[in-house]
T-cell receptor, first 111, second 116 residues
């Protein structure tokens, strides 16, 4: 079945720096690519998503890029703040299926 | 519009007992997904249901686990004869449709199951 590789598993940055998390996948039928943020003990929350007919999407300090040819997509967070500290999961799905998640990236933003 | 509701939030069971986890999707959502998250790991898909139908149960163990989403009432994930390895957070998510490209899923707060 489909597999999603997420890197890095941990990421430490200084407040104000940028953070980039990358995911690669193998099944070209995947067409929906969301990113979730999960704080300790809380539910995963959708922060941004992209569909296969779009190469890039931005929402304030958060952006996602998708390269369907190379089968990878990335989350970019600019001007990081301490409240960005959390575990971030990439995910994907194809037609009418459930989400397949990466293993997560623990982001720590120090002030 | 209330979000996805799950109860109980915490559940403690002894080995061999049964666990019942409930999920009420967002209003207007007819698609429900159950995921399991082991400590410090990602979420693993278990089962996908629509009202009165199981669409995909490929991620759910064949034994001891079952799920339903009746015409009336919440979706229920049932684990019989629980073992310590069942200890995890179980998240339910709902979406308005299951169509490709519209599969935005909203998660409930989860049920944290502890098996003693």
């Amino acid at each position: 079945g489909e597999n999603v590789e997420q890197h890095p598993s941990t990421l430490s940055v200084q407040e104000g720096d940028s953070a980039v998390i990358k995911c690669t996948y193998s099944d070209s039928a995947s067409n929906y690519f969301p990113w979730y943020k999960q704080e300790l003990g809380k539910r995963p929350q959708l922060i941004i998503d992209i569909r296969s007919n779009v190469g890039e999407k931005k929402d304030q300090r958060i952006a996602v890029t998708l390269n369907k040819t190379a089968k990878h997509f990335s989350l970019h967070i600019t001007e990081t703040q301490p409240e960005d500290s959390a575990v971030y999961f990439c995910a994907l799905s194809e037609a009418g299926t459930a989400l397949i998640f990466g293993k997560g990236t623990t982001l720590s933003v120090s002030s | 519009n209330a979000g996805v509701m799950q109860n109980p939030r915490h559940l403690v069971r002894r080995r061999g007992q049964e666990a019942r986890l409930r999920c009420s999707p967002m209003k207007g959502h007819s698609h429900v997904y159950w995921y399991r998250q082991l400590p410090e790991e990602g979420l693993k898909f278990m089962v996908y249901l629509q009202k009165e139908n199981i669409i995909d149960e490929s991620g759910m163990p064949k034994e001891r686990f079952s799920a339903e989403f009746p015409k009336e009432g919440p979706s229920i994930l049932r684990i019989q004869q629980v073992v310590r390895g069942d200890s995890a957070a179980y998240f339910c998510a709902s979406s308005p449709t299951g169509l490709a490209g519209e599969n935005e899923q909203f998660f409930g707060p989860g049920t944290r199951l502890t098996v003693l």
